[in-house]
């Protein structure tokens, strides 16, 4: 460092900006995707009847059989929740392209792994009402027992949202940079294969009522949660950077 | 000894193998508003963002505030402010809650905000949306933000545009305020600025650097 930067380095002091923590910033960023999806309901109410569609048709295919019914039932309810999330995240960075805001958090001088990290608690909250949702039109179609064991599927629930959300939120980005929105389900559908099998075989077994395996199942997910959510961290500032 | 707030040494960006700004050697020194003037599609927008570090030249080097360009950018960020083309807010959100989100994202207190809106003139559309707004009280919200962060070194791209003569107003007094603060202010703008807001003028023509003068004051 010549004399001259530091001279420069002394006049420009480090401003309060740097003290902006990653969860501060990550809680920023989560609770205004929040607040603008409440106002617009853009995501939800446009991949909310995709996913009944798709249960409905999903229905007539089957037939009347009640038994093969519910045997299919969690594999739909995921592939539904999945199909539908995917279109969830193109829409989620729609917000981040109007007038340039991407180019907003990029300028601001945080950790781009907490902006990553704020767009995933936020795809993972519409992402686990989506589930929900779809899960009780399940129980409502496909007779589905929900309540056999309620807490362990709300933490399946959980654990595929933030699955799916943490590979969207970081994929997501490439709908809004070069716009390369066929490049989405591509990278995501395959990735997040372990994701959604865990959580079908999970949640299969909660609504036999057995618990047997669930424990096995509910650690795959967190193991790939916590693996999808640190590499976005990682590498979310490599991405949005030019 | 120099005190250059902006040092660009021989910086060139390229765009899908056209180069936009070409070998650009440009030193600003503290205090100092310099006016980049040239037409369109000359690189001054381009040249703006590779000072704000939303680019990364091609080739070439430099230094903003004695941080090196390409290393320590979130050193950068965190003192200089760019007014681009686009104002760059949610417009699902209100004035004032954009602007609490870019404190939020700075490290501001939230109640700078407020204020901020007031000197620009739209604390009486404060809980309104943003995508209500015309493009002139776009621009005042964008320059309400840069008045909040108070930056080292303020980066506006065609500032003028769109804004009517009140609003035209607003800009004199931050390069004004700019100046009695002894920030350092770079205007790319394509039409003169307001007269004596501005020290020097350089000219970009196909992103090249082409001629540097000073203004009498």
Redesign the interface.
């Given at each position: 460092m010549t004399?001259?930067?530091?001279?420069?380095?002394t006049?420009?002091p480090?401003?309060?900006?740097?003290?902006?923590t990653t969860l501060?910033?990550a809680w920023?960023v989560a609770e205004?995707d929040l607040?603008?999806e409440i106002?617009?309901r853009q995501a939800l109410g446009a991949v909310l009847p995709f996913a009944a569609t798709m249960l409905l048709a999903f229905g007539f295919a089957l037939g009347p059989n009640r038994t093969l019914l519910q045997a299919t039932a969690p594999g739909l309810l995921w592939l539904a929740g999945l199909f539908a999330a995917v279109d969830l995240f193109h829409r989620s960075y729609q917000?981040e392209a109007?007038?340039?805001?991407l180019?907003?958090?990029?300028?601001?001088?945080?950790h781009k792994g907490a902006v990553y990290l704020g767009k995933t608690i936020a795809a993972a909250t519409q992402v686990l009402v989506l589930v929900a949702a779809t899960a009780l039109m399940v129980a409502v179609l496909f007779g589905l027992p929900l309540t056999r064991a309620p807490l362990l599927l709300a933490l399946t629930l959980v654990l595929g949202a933030i699955g799916l959300s943490s590979l969207g939120s970081l994929f997501g980005l490439l709908t809004v940079i070069g716009a390369r929105q066929a490049a989405l389900p591509i990278l995501v559908l395959p990735l997040v294969s372990p994701v959604v099998i865990g959580a079908i075989r999970a949640t299969s077994s909660l609504a036999q009522g057995s618990t047997e395996g669930v424990a096995g199942w509910l650690g795959v997910l967190a193991a790939f949660d916590a693996a999808f959510l640190a590499t976005g961290y990682l590498v979310y500032g490599h991405l949005v950077?030019? | 000894?120099?005190?250059?707030?902006v040092e660009l040494r021989g910086i060139t960006r390229v765009f899908d193998g056209l180069p936009a700004v070409r070998q650009v050697r440009l030193s600003v020194r503290?205090g100092e508003i310099v006016w980049v003037c040239g037409g369109n599609g000359s690189g001054k927008s381009t040249l703006l963002r590779l000072v704000?570090?939303?680019?990364?030249p091609t080739f070439g080097d430099g230094?903003v505030?004695?941080?090196a360009l390409l290393r320590e950018?979130?050193?950068i960020?965190?003192?200089?402010e760019?007014l681009?083309?686009?104002?760059?807010?949610?417009?699902?959100?209100t004035a004032l809650?954009n602007l609490r989100?870019?404190c939020?994202?700075?490290?501001?207190d939230v109640r700078h905000a407020l204020p901020a809106l007031a000197r620009v003139g739209l604390d009486e559309v404060a809980g309104v949306?943003?995508s209500s707004f015309s493009q002139g009280m776009?621009q005042r919200l964008a320059l309400g933000r840069c008045l909040m962060r108070d930056p080292?070194l303020i980066l506006l791209d065609e500032p003028y545009a769109g804004l009517d003569v009140d609003a035209r107003g607003i800009v004199t007094d931050l390069l004004a305020d700019a100046e009695r603060r002894g920030r350092t202010v770079l205007l790319a703008s394509h039409e003169p600025p307001t007269e004596g807001t501005v020290h020097r003028r350089v000219q970009l023509e196909s992103g090249r650097l082409e001629c540097v003068g000073e203004f009498a004051r």
């Open positions: 004399l001259q930067d530091a001279t420069l380095r006049l420009a480090r401003r309060p900006a740097l003290r902006a501060r910033v920023a205004k607040r603008i106002r617009s917000s109007e007038s340039g805001a180019e907003g958090l990029l300028l601001a001088p945080v950077e030019d | 000894m120099t005190d250059n707030v503290a704000a570090t939303a680019l990364s230094a505030l004695g941080f950018r979130e050193e960020r965190a003192r200089v760019l681009g083309h686009q104002p760059r807010f949610y417009g699902q959100l809650e989100f870019v939020r994202m700075y490290g501001i949306r943003a776009r080292d």
